[in-house]
């Protein structure tokens, strides 16, 4: 199951990624490249036989990661909150 993307997650990631997209954009070709690199070649994949802009494509689909990725972090602190 996919968690939860909260209000403060999806913030954080547009502000990191709308002050320089093209430079986000890069920045996580590279970290996927090494993190996961099937998910990497499908984004570049989908985004090359697209009609639309490739790039704004893959923009898209790094943006959707890394949202599912740090709201994983977020709901696993959560649920191994302790007092």
Avoid: C, Q
Wanted: no cysteine.
């Amino acid at each position: 199951m996919l968690p939860v993307i909260t209000e403060e997650v999806a913030a954080s990631v547009f502000s990191e990624v709308f002050k320089d997209m093209p430079s986000w954009r890069k920045k996580m070709i590279h970290y996927i490249k090494e993190e996961n690199p099937e998910i990497n070649t499908a984004i570049i994949e989908a985004a090359n036989n697209s009609e639309l802009d490739p790039k704004a494509v893959a923009l898209g689909a790094y943006m959707a990661y890394n949202l599912i990725e740090l709201a994983f972090v977020e709901n696993e602190k959560t649920m191994n909150f302790t007092e």
